[in-house]
């Protein structure tokens, strides 16, 4: 499907606008991530380019109408190219007072606030712990506030169709759909298509939630209350043939791609925990591509299952979150030591311990890092978009296979519910991943499990190979013969080895680049998810005629080999990170550089607006203006 | 395989590495029994793989000349899982202990015995922790002094075998290392067995529990305090065969049979028995009651892998092999034209 066919026009007055930001707000039953979905789809296949931000709560069922059971969904589209969710918001769709309450902040003074009129009884507001209706308070005033009775509308709408108020009420934020698809002139065909195959066999709920979606649209388009609407153009995308992806199925594909490439069927082991689970939910969806998930009893035994599948030469993926990846820790290090290939994946969420299950955070790169005992360094890489994960998860692989090694993969809560427009790859145009097999004799006369091939890995002999048997396990290896050995030396030795091994991989990963001038008072350094807000807030800067640069971070073990001299090219440097510092101290470790964080552990992305003030206040304004040509 | 095998011997199958358990240790006769048993399974030695935990029995898999890995403490069942789902043509065996597979593997246990992979685990129950220098494990009795309990162990013991029937196990069985065709015939039966099979040999740890099993093991009182089970038979025992367990409501009593009671009112062993026979058998404690030795329940039930497999294979019969590109592009997909890059 190309385009839309049919656009639905308005007889109102049209506003052409280069990009919007807003965001969806009610009840935690109310499906409002659903309606972010449908918006972002449907926005996507308008052209635009689209980031999101999904923010809901832990519970799933937090209790009606509380503050607590707010869920969020925020969309920004564009007719030029977006790397955030947005700062601000030009419109807030609030369906009760508690998700008023909570995200009016964010809305733009002047900005565009629809609430449903109708959930703002007493009880509404008791639930949402207030004294007094927001409606009435004087700060309301800011705003261009639009108090639609989004229930009775939606009540009225389905109202032959002998529904219970109930199951009426439910269709609400179909309503509220409609609305937002006239207010900025989105088409309705993808969301009707949803509804029909969504409700194929309950034809009701099927038919109410289509009326409920069209009676929005046309509300919008009769009531006094908006005497215009809005337009976005279709983003300069590179050309090409796009869809819309989220972090978590972008890994899911990239596993199997990278299983693909390798000639290799994929076994997955896992354990559900947020924000990873939907990983497994993907991937067990495709049994017919040689996919087998194995829903372990716990995170230990999800890893070890993929140890045991690996050793039996499967590609073998385990994924979690942070407090799951310290149950793999021991299992990691077992991996380590008996350099077996896997991938491994932490979809990072706020810690320490069981901490904000739903919402983002950096904070666990030190323990995939560090968090094992002894000496036991695997590379690390980290996704940046949601997009990007399907490329992280088959570089994870290449490099696992050529190195015989477990490699991290750092995702984050952000990336994984977010969604963008992904650029569909040719499976046939990437590079196959080649591995090979010692068979008996192949590797010369006797057979040394742990014999050294150029960047140190060591043969992948697999059980069922004739006259390859041999024994690994956690015990310190004899280098060569793989056999048990305390000694001191040969010790000294396999730690050496193993350390060079994984610093090998520097070898196979592209130079770092730099976006920006080459030399000058200012480098950003960013890691993983932030890397939109970075980039943006760093082109905005640029475009200010400031000396700054922006260098983000794939690599974070090794780093690649000329990240030294590229620190070493700006009088100063900022990492920005959703922890407290954590790439920080491994950089200025490493490579002796005075470097500054900026850090945050809110549960939230940065915001563009933060890291640009960050930024002004590290530069000198309007400098060479030479400079600005950097940008982009 | 069209090409035949060679015919192996039990000697084949020792690696080139020194067995380094303590002299006297009842391990060396699980590993002699293994070896002699294996040639009868007929299968190449690299078919074979040995996965372990921690702990001396542990170190079994180095012994070996098969493929093998000495894994991470009380995880073998879980590797040993992974293993089979990706590789169903290997016959896999997990070798672990008392403190392995019933305290920090407990988890691993049942769940590997639940889901019914065929896999055959051996459980060394020396009923102490040898490799860490004698403190108690999860089968020390209670009371039991030892380097961890100077005043004796307060935790009730877990049976073994009560564990692995909770777990739904198809196949649980007991042996003796010091009984050795008992022992290498258990084991067999148990290589035999599609699905997991457990075995729950009596080890002793000469160095720090020693005489733990004396009573199972000493020829001058192992038949009065041991019960060999055959498949159909009354469960008779004793030096002169003159004694028989009968069910009393649902308990078991020792009976003698010089005394009238002929052996048509004894118990007879049915390894397909319902569980709650096999509960009974596993409550026979001693002093109170010999302990049964051999084939406690051998039961079919599907296993994990093969579902696993199954599903792969129906879903690839339904929907064809996957084809990347085709799910890439299926869903809402839009073009952006080379001319809209030139804007
Ligand atoms: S400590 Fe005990 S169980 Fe371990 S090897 Fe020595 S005798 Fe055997």
Known sequence: ?632 | MSTELPVLKANDFASDQDVRWCPGCGDYSILAQMKKMLPDLGLPLEQIVFVSGIGCSSRFPYYMNTYGMHSIHGRAPAVATGLRVARPDLKVFVITGDGDALSIGGNHFIHLLRRNVDVTLVLFNNRIYGLTKGQYSPTSPEGQITKSTPMGAVDHPLNPIRVALAAEATFIARSVDSQVQHLASTLYRAAMHRGTSVVEVYQNCNVFNDGAWDYAKEKAVRADNTLELENGKPLIFGKDRDKGIRLNGFKPEVVDLSSGISQDDLLFHDEKADPIYVQILAGMRYPDFPEPIGVFRDVENDVFEDQVRGQMATATEKKGVGDLNALFNSGDTWVVPETSAAR
Request: proline letters at 6%; aromatic letters at 6%; hydrophobic letters at 40%.
């Open chain 1, 1 to 632: 499907m190309s385009q839309d066919a049919t656009q639905v026009k308005s007889a109102k007055q049209v506003e052409v606008v280069s990009g919007i930001t807003v965001r969806l707000a009610g009840d935690s039953g109310d499906g409002m991530q659903l309606l972010g979905t449908q918006l972002t789809n449907t926005s996507a296949l308008l052209g635009n380019d689209v980031a999101t931000f999904p923010d809901f709560p832990a519970e799933i069922r937090a209790p009606r109408g509380t503050r607590a059971g707010v869920s969020g969904f925020q969309v920004q589209f564009a007719s030029h190219e977006v790397h955030t969710p947005g700062d601000t918001l030009d419109a807030l769709i609030a369906m009760n007072p508690a998700a008023l309450i909570t995200n009016y902040e964010d809305l733009t003074p002047g900005g565009l606030l629809i609430v449903d009129e109708d959930s703002f009884a007493d009880k509404d507001l008791r639930l949402a712990n207030l004294q007094t209706d927001p409606l009435e308070e004087p700060w309301i005033e800011n705003y261009r506030l639009v108090k639609i009775p989004i229930t009775k509308l939606t009540r009225t709408a389905v109202a032959d169709l002998g529904l219970s108020v109930k199951e009426s009420d439910r269709c609400r934020n179909f309503f509220a759909m409609g609305l937002v698809y006239w207010l900025y002139g989105r088409s309705m065909d993808a969301t009707q298509r949803f509804i029909k195959a969504k409700f194929a066999k309950l034809p009701m709920v099927q038919e109410a939630n289509e009326r409920a979606l069209q009676a929005g649209w046309a509300f919008g388009e009769t009531t006094e209350l908006l005497g215009q609407s809005y337009q976005v153009e279709s983003a300069t995308l590179p050309p090409g043939k796009y869809r819309n992806i989220m972090g978590n199925q972008a890994l899911a594909w990239g596993l199997m791609a990278a299983a693909k490439l390798s000639s290799k069927e994929l076994f997955y082991g896992s354990y559900p925990i947020t924000p990873a689970s939907d990983i497994l939910h993907e991937l067990c969806k495709y049994k017919n591509f040689g996919v087998c998930t194995f829903q372990a009893e716990d995170e230990i035994a999800a890893i070890c299952g993929a140890i045991g599948a690996a050793f039996g030469g499967a590609m073998a993926v385990t994924t979690s979150s942070g407090p799951g990846i310290a149950l793999k820790g021991e299992a990691m290090g077992l991996a380590v030591m008996i350099e077996l290939p896997m991938v491994i994946i932490d979809v990072q969420r706020g810690g320490p311990s069981t901490g904000l299950p739903t919402k983002t955070e950096q904070a666990d790169l030190l323990q995939v890092l560090f968090g094992r005992n002894g000496e036991a360094p695997l590379p690390v890489i980290a996704a940046s978009s949601p997009g990007d994960c399907f490329d992280t998860a088959i570089e994870a692989w290449r490099l696992a296979a050529a190195l015989m090694t477990p490699v991290v993969v750092l995702s984050d809560g952000y990336i994984a519910n977010g969604a963008e427009p992904w650029a569909i790859p040719d499976i046939n145009n990437i590079e196959p991943i080649v591995i090979e097999h010692p068979s008996e004799g192949s590797t010369g006369d006797t057979f040394l499990p742990y014999a050294r091939d150029e960047n140190l890995a060591r043969p992948w002999a697999i059980p069922g190979t004739k006259g390859l048997m041999h024994r690994v396990g956690g015990l310190e290896k004899q280098d060569g013969t793989g056999n048990v050995s305390y000694d001191a030396q040969n010790h000294q030795r396999m730690v050496n080895i193993r350390a060079q091994k994984v610093a090998n991989a520097a070898r196979m990963i592209p130079q770092q680049e730099v976006m920006g001038p080459e030399k000058g008072e200012l480098l950003v350094l960013s890691w993983g998810g932030t890397k939109g807000a970075c980039l943006t807030a760093v082109s905005r800067a640029q475009k200010q005629g400031r000396s700054v640069a922006h260098c983000h971070l794939r690599h974070l073990n090794p780093f690649p080999s000329n990240l030294g001299e590229i620190l070493g090219n700006y009088d100063q440097v900022l990492i920005p990170e959703l922890n407290s510092g954590q790439l920080r101290m491994l950089i200025r470790a490493r490579f002796l550089v005075d470097a500054q964080g900026y850090n945050k552990v809110q549960g939230k992305p940065f915001g563009v607006g933060e890291l640009l003030e960050k930024i002004e206040s590290l530069t000198s304004a309007g400098k060479a203006g030479s400079l600005s040509r950097a940008a982009g």
